[in-house]
């Protein structure tokens, strides 16, 4: 996993670090899918496929090319991107590691340290999903300290979709924004919907240290299984 590491603090001045990857491959997905077809239920294989949204055609082709390979995976949507991370996590070896999608402020971080512009990156035009819920109404906030990095919702699969809503990050070749707080604040996606401008990258830390399990908030997506 190619990363850089970061530290990052808050209010209650606890501290980790952790390792953040480039986004996640086309190639790198087909191996995810590839596994879980062996053993795992037809329904569950079709379910975590990428998705467009009505885009049939954009879809076949993507799916049965190899094209796509070397670029960033795109049509996931965030529930299977918390699954490919479980995956992960039991395919690599590492069980003393804990994998999931970035927070936003992990994400700045990352982006701060490799000194790009939010244009820069190495995907190009596309948003990245955050671990961050989404709530128009927690995003009116006068400084960027103040920015609300640490709200988070565990939602299930039988929630309404409003309680699915997550936070993205980045530029997408559909909307794009200079400041990366601007499209986090303004606009959700749905947890269980792919789209075409969104991929993501994985953050890895120790188990016994990852922040959200250290706070008194909920986990997220622990109703989320491999199979």
């Known amino acids: ?60 082709k993507y799916l049965n090319s190899n094209e796509f390979d070397n670029y960033p995976v795109i049509g996931v949507s965030y529930d299977n991107a918390m699954n490919y991370g479980i ?29 790009k512009k939010i244009n820069e990156t190495e995907s190009g035009f596309l948003f990245d999903w955050t671990l961050n819920a989404f709530e128009e109404n927690l995003f009116y906030f006068q400084k960027p300290e103040e920015f609300p990095f640490l709200y988070f919702h565990q939602h299930k699969s039988t929630d309404h979709k409003v309680y699915k809503r997550k936070s993205v990050i980045g530029s997408s070749f559909r909307m794009k924004f200079n400041d990366p707080i601007e499209v986090s604040s303004r606009y959700g996606f749905y947890a269980d919907q792919g789209y075409p401008d969104i991929g993501f990258r994985l953050v890895e830390l120790d188990s016994d240290i990852d922040f959200i399990k250290r706070k008194n908030t909920n986990t997220i997506q622990n109703d989320i299984k491999l199979k």
């Not at 790198?28 to 795992?40: A, G, M, N, R, T």
């Not at 070896?93 to 340290?113: D, F, S, T, V």
């Open 1 to 60: 996993m190619h990363a850089l590491v970061g530290r990052s603090s808050d209010k209650e001045t606890f501290m980790y670090g952790f390792r953040i990857s480039d986004q996640i491959t086309y190639k790198q997905y087909k191996e995810y899918l590839h596994s879980i077809l062996k053993d795992s239920t037809k329904e569950y294989y079709e379910s975590q496929l990428p998705n467009f949204d009505k885009q049939n055609s954009l879809k076949e």
């Open 87 to 115: 995956w992960y996590r039991k395919t690599s070896g590492k069980q003393n590691k804990y994998y999931r999608l970035p927070a936003i402020h992990e994400w700045l971080i990352m982006n701060k340290k490799a000194k």
